[in-house]
């Protein structure tokens, strides 16, 4: 619990310091990047419980996650071309994925039903720090309207799949 | 009796042994809203809803009565047979929430 909680902090300092402190907002570019690589991330997680699990729910929850997230990113990339926005690298986004990489690494050690429970209470943990980051940071930011509208359909595709990955996680008690 | 009179008695008989012509409702999907969020309905009418999302949603009764599927731009519909109020949600997206109010 105490790990748990501290390495939610460690999560949430490495989310908040870099690129947001002193009062600094991500341009809309970074935005985009952080947003597209947020994706990303769940995208290739997904792919890993695909890999791995062999429970019939984690299989249908982790496809259903590579389905919208592909589709929200293909959304996103449509997007920027029209806005002839170009996603920048940020350090928000390598933080992202360096913390996702080192979680990768750790559901790679487990099997059968520690990974799914895992995998799910990570699923879990990952769509409310993106929730967070979207409703305290990203859809604030934002200046582009259009952008700050994807941003928010984002945000209730999120908080969807938070609540799914929950329902996911009560059936393998 | 007038022609007219023994017309309206005719129109009467059949009122009252043709049930009252069944109704399509609409709701649409969009941003993962259900719109109207509550539909009005009565036994026998049909609800259809219309998924302007790309992604899939589904309408699903938390009753278990009824389940639909709805892909990405598709529709799809379920006929109301019973009274009551039914309250459903996506399978994908628990945060989507509607309720269909269903009259005799
Ligand atoms: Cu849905």
Not at chain 2, 7 to 12: D, G, N, S
Not at chain 2, 34 to 59: M, R
């Amino acid at each position: 619990m105490l790990a748990k909680l501290s390495a939610c902090l460690a999560t949430l300092a490495l989310l908040s310091a870099p690129a947001f402190a002193q009062g600094n907002k991500p341009t809309d570019p970074q935005i985009a990047h952080i947003a597209y690589t947020a994706d990303k991330i769940d995208i290739v997680a997904a792919k890993q419980a695909l890999a791995k699990s062999k429970n019939k729910e984690v299989r249908a929850f982790a496809q259903d996650m590579v389905r919208d997230h592909s589709e929200v990113n293909k959304e996103a990339l449509a997007l920027v071309k029209k806005l002839k926005v170009t996603p920048q690298d940020n350090p928000t986004s390598r933080a992202l994925s360096k913390q996702a990489a080192a979680e990768r690494k750790k559901l790679a050690k487990l099997h059968g039903p520690a990974f799914d429970k895992a995998y799910v209470a990570n699923e879990i943990a990952y769509h409310k720090e993106v929730d967070n980051a979207l409703e305290t940071t990203l859809i604030p930011s934002a200046s582009n309207a259009q952008l700050k509208s994807l941003l928010q359909t984002g945000l209730k595709i999120f908080q969807g799949h938070e609540q799914h990955a929950e329902h996911v996680a009560a059936d393998l008690k | 009796m007038a022609p007219g009179r023994i017309c309206f008695t005719a129109l009467m008989v059949l009122g009252l042994s043709i049930p009252a012509q069944a109704k399509t409702i609409r709701v649409t999907i969009d941003k993962l809203d259900y719109i109207p969020a509550v539909a009005q309905a009565k036994v026998g009418d049909t609800i259809e809803w219309i998924n302007k999302d790309a992604l899939a949603h589904t309408a699903t009764a938390k009753n278990g009565a009824w389940n639909v599927m709805l892909k990405p731009k598709k529709n799809g519909h379920i006929v109301l047979k019973k009274a009551g109020s039914v309250d459903y949600f996506c399978k994908f997206h628990p945060n989507m929430k509607g309720r269909v109010v269903v009259t005799p």
